[in-house]
């Protein structure tokens, strides 16, 4: 008798929970409804998990393939506003009703923090998909952008009104405006310009009050924090306002590799003795990973590629080349003159010919499982700590590491001008992937040996903090509990590497503007209570 009064109470008070989760979301359905502007029909914009296009749309923009697994915690609803005041009534329905909210526009964060929330459920995803206009204004050099556009549009919709005009943002086309941006945006433009953040000059946001708010409205503190405090910690951005830079009619790139057969260590060790000095028109990236050396396809052997934009013509980079680094022994044939739409697609990897319309599909080269950490680097690498680099990809099944020069206009701007901190001093930033194909069997393997990879180059990056970039999410470096009043301390950990100096300012922008902690996940920016403010 006992026991069956006490399952009943268990059946009952699941079936309660359950209807209580449903009456959560029917009410949020029916407060973001009454609240927005109804001249908009709203009703096609909720797409709850019953119904067939639930999973295609939340794995649409997501690119790490590690937090699709049928483990991985799933929203109650995917809601993808068409106009901004449904963004408004979104974030006021679900702080009134208490809703956990994740925001996502174009899905590629590393640790899917716009899509799944492991530290708080239930959970719902604002998916801004459909807010993607972009007004370019050619004789103002400017933009307005919607959040939910890929970066890849902006760069097709400048190109398309100018052939002299471009944008310093990623590399990878299908980056949303609105999480790129505020995490940083470096491409291969910015050692002459800077990155994303370096070039945007005003943004609309929604707070956590549901008001829109510009730059005027929303005051310096604020627009200073966005432009580099990472996504999701301050509210939602709508739009960002850019500021377009002028490139060439022609620009050049060249892919140059080297085996480790071809003297790859020794012409990598040039590389960094020059990489942040070059000529600021040109920028050199490496990618390394492992391939098969020759037709034996079981002998393995590291292959570096000098991928490289340059703002000119090839008879120049030659010249530019010839004198800061011969090393990699660059030839007129491996250049390819261009226009610098035409560069952006090559640098993503498209096939050579494809159509710049390809840009407008949002089209994604990369899903995969995997993990990934950055580092930054001071001082060259010692050859030696190379070797066993080289000894650690070999050991990998699908590792990938690449490195971005530094220097140049980003040497010249302040650290403390924007969140984003990595600047003089910084002679290349490194990026460490592990990618894998088999779900969720062989994950702790790939992370165990990423991690291992990461505490062997400890001695050759840099140090107090370790720094890493924000846009390169690493829950590895700490995370944020649910229970908010132990934050502050834990989240220095990682706050400081991400963000050195800036973090205390961060966070006293956070208090300001958000001192309930609404807009929040697992590395956002943490309040700090009242107990722990002298
Ligand atoms: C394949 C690949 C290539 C990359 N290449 C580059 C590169 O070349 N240069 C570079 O700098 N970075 C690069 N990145 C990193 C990239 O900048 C970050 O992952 C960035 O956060 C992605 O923004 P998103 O809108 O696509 O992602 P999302 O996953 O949608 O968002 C990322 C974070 O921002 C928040 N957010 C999203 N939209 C908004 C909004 N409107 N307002 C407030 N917060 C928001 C999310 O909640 C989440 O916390 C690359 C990433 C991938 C996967
Ligand atoms: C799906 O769930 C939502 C939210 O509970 C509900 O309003 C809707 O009627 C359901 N739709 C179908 C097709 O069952
Ligand atoms: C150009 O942009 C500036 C700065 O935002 C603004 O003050 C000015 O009015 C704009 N001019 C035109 C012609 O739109
Ligand atoms: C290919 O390389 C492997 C590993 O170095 C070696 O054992 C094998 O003999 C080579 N095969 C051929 C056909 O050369
Ligand atoms: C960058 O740092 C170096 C070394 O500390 C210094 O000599 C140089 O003046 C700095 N450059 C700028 C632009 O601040
Ligand atoms: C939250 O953390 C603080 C500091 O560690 C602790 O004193 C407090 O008891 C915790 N509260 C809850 C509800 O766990």
């Known amino acids: 008798m006992a026991l069956l009064s006490s399952l009943t109470l268990i059946l009952l008070s699941l079936i309660f929970l359950h209807s209580a989760s449903a009456a959560t979301l029917d009410n949020f359905i029916q407060c973001v409804t009454q609240n927005s502007d109804l001249s908009v029909p709203i009703s096609s914009a909720f797409i709850t998990p019953n119904t067939s296009s639930f999973t295609p749309l939340l794995q649409s923009s997501a690119q790490n393939l590690r937090y699709l697994v049928p483990s991985a915690p799933k929203p109650e609803v995917i809601f993808t506003p068409l106009h901004d005041s449904h963004v408004q009534a979104s974030v006021l329905c679900s702080k ?231 090393e990699l022994g660059l030839t007129k044939k491996d250049c390819l003159e261009m226009s610098w739409i035409q560069s952006v697609l090559y640098i993503a990897s498209f096939p050579s010919g494809t159509p710049p319309e390809v840009l407008l599909k949002g089209k994604s080269t990369f899903k995969n499982y995997f993990k990934a950490k950055s580092d930054y680097v001071k001082e060259p690498i010692p050859e030696t700590a190379l070797e066993g680099l080289w000894k650690r990809l070999l050991e990998e099944d699908s590792p990938l590491t690449i490195w971005t020069p530094y220097g140049g206009m980003m040497s010249r701007i302040p650290e403390s001008e924007t969140p984003f901190p990595h600047r003089n001093g910084t002679v290349f930033m490194i990026q460490w992937v592990s990618l894998w194909l088999d779900g969720e069997q062989e994950a702790a393997k790939h992370m165990d040996w990423i991690r291992k990879l990461y505490n062997y180059m400890a001695p050759y990056v840099s140090k107090s903090p370790r720094e890493a970039y924000v846009n390169y999410r690493d829950l590895d470096l700490g995370t944020n509990k649910r229970n908010q009043s132990s934050n502050f301390v834990e989240a220095s950990a990682w706050g400081n590497r991400y963000f050195k100096d800036n973090f205390n300012r961060l966070v006293s922008v956070k208090n300001k503007v958000d001192p309930d902690n609404f807009f929040r996940h697992e590395q956002s920016i943490p309040v700090i209570p009242s107990s722990q403010l002298c």
């Open 96 to 326: 009134n009703l208490g809703i956990h909210l994740r925001v996502r526009s174009g899905g590629h964060d590393y640790e899917g923090l716009s899509y799944v929330s492991e530290i708080e459920r239930p959970f719902i995803v604002i998916d801004l998909r459909r807010l993607r206009a972009i007004d370019v204004d050619i004789e103002n050099n400017s933009a307005w952008v919607q959040a939910g556009a890929t970066i890849g549009e902006v760069y097709y919709r400048v190109a398309e009104k100018s052939r002299v005009h471009g944008f310093p943002a990623g590399l990878c086309t299908s980056l949303g405006v609105g999480g790129h941006i505020t995490g940083g945006a470096y491409g291969s433009l910015m050692r002459k310009y800077g990155l994303g953040v370096d070039n945007a000059v005003d943004a609309k946001i929604v707070d956590v009050n549901g008001k829109i708010l510009d730059r005027e409205a929303m005051g310096e503190d604020l627009f200073w924090a966005i432009r580099g405090g990472g996504g999701a910690s301050f509210g939602v951005i709508l739009w960002w306002k850019i500021k377009l830079v002028p490139v060439p009619e022609t620009v050049t790139v060249f892919s140059v590799a080297k085996t480790l057969e071809q003297d790859a260590t020794k012409v990598l060790c040039k590389w960094q003795q020059v990489v942040d000095k070059l000529d600021e028109d040109l920028f050199i990236r490496v990618i390394i990973q492992p391939t098969s050396e020759g037709k034996n396809t079981t002998k393995r052997t590291v292959l570096t590629v000098y991928q490289a934009l340059f703002l000119g013509d090839s008879t120049r980079l030659i010249q530019v080349m010839e004198k800061s680094f011969p």
